[in-house]
C-alpha cells in the first residue's frame, strides 16, 4: 500500500464487547470509516465484534452493522472472558494479521498504520501498544491507575523475566501463524490476562516484537476496572504461567 514493493496482507481487527450498547455503533463507524478511508479494498479487512456475555442490545446492534457492511462480523461468545472472545475469533480467522483494539478506541487509530506496517513491510511478528515508552502521550489517566499500571509492569519483568514496557495495553497485532506457537506457549488466558501472555510467550520463543509508543487517552467514565480483584488475579495468572513454562522446560521446580 505504501511504496512500490509493499506486501499486501489482509487483516481482522477484534474487538471485544460487553454490554456496550451505548457506544458500539459509533465507534464501530469511526472504526470502518477510518480503514475505509486507509485499505480502500474492503476484502482486505474485516472489523470482528466478538460479543462475550452481553445481556443488553449489544449482539442486536452488532448484527445491524454486519447487515449494513459486509466487513464487520459478529462472533458470539459463549461466556464472559476477554481472552475467550479473542481466542474464539482468532481461531476463526483466515487473515494474514490478527490483532485487537478495544471499543473506546483509547489507542490513537493513526498508530494501527505503524502497525500494520511492521508487520506487513518490516518483518515483525507482533505489534504492541505501550503507554510506558519515553515518547508515548498518555491523556486523561489518574495517578491512581498510572502508578497501578508501572507496579503491574514492573512485577512482570521482576517475576517473569521480561523486557517488555507495558502488558496490559489493549491495542495489539499479530501474525495469524504465529498465534497457535503462542497459544501451545501459553498463552491461553480467558481473561485479560492473555494479552499479557501473547507478550511474554512470544518474548520467550525470541520472536521479533516492535514496541509502538502511542497516543493514549483514558476514558475513566466507562471503565469498569477494580483494582484490588484484578491485581490479585493478575498475581495468580502470572504465578500459572510461570509454573505452565517450567513444567515445559521440564523443570518441575518452584
Excluded at 43 to 58: E, K, L, P
Excluded at 188 to 195: H, V
Amino acid at each position: 500500500m505504501r511504496g512500490k514493493h509493499c506486501l499486501f496482507m489482509t487483516f481482522d481487527i477484534t474487538i471485544p464487547v460487553l454490554n456496550e450498547e451505548a457506544t458500539l455503533a459509533a465507534q464501530v463507524t469511526i472504526l470502518h470509516c477510518f480503514l475505509t478511508q486507509h485499505f480502500p479494498q474492503r476484502d482486505q479487512w474485516r472489523i470482528v465484534i466478538a460479543d462475550n456475555g452481553s445481556t443488553d442490545r449489544t449482539f442486536e446492534i452488532a448484527q445491524s452493522l454486519s447487515n449494513e457492511w459486509p466487513e464487520v462480523v459478529v462472533v458470539k461468545v459463549p461466556r464472559k472472558g476477554v481472552g475467550l472472545a479473542l481466542k474464539t475469533s482468532w481461531a476463526q480467522s483466515r487473515a494474514d494479521i490478527v490483532g485487537y483494539m478495544d471499543l473506546d478506541l483509547a489507542t490513537d487509530l493513526s498508530h494501527f498504520l505503524q502497525s500494520y506496517d511492521a508487520i506487513a513491510h518490516n518483518g515483525f511478528d507482533l505489534v504492541y501498544a505501550t503507554r510506558l515508552h519515553p515518547q508515548s502521550r498518555v491523556i486523561g489517566r489518574t495517578l491512581k491507575r498510572e502508578f497501578t499500571s508501572r507496579v503491574f509492569n514492573w512485577l512482570l519483568k521482576l517475576y517473569l523475566g521480561v523486557k517488555f514496557s507495558d502488558g496490559m495495553c489493549g491495542f495489539k497485532f499479530l501474525k495469524r501463524s504465529v498465534y497457535p506457537v503462542l497459544y501451545e506457549a501459553g498463552a491461553q488466558n480467558d481473561g485479560w490476562f492473555f494479552s499479557t501472555e501473547l507478550l511474554t510467550t512470544a518474548e520467550w520463543l525470541q520472536l521479533k516484537l516492535f514496541e509502538l509508543p502511542v497516543t493514549w487517552t483514558d476514558d475513566t467514565s466507562s471503565s469498569r476496572v477494580k483494582i484490588i480483584p484484578l491485581a490479585k488475579r493478575y498475581l495468580r495468572d502470572m504465578h500459572q504461567l510461570k509454573m505452565r513454562k517450567k513444567q515445559q522446560d521440564g523443570t518441575g521446580k518452584q
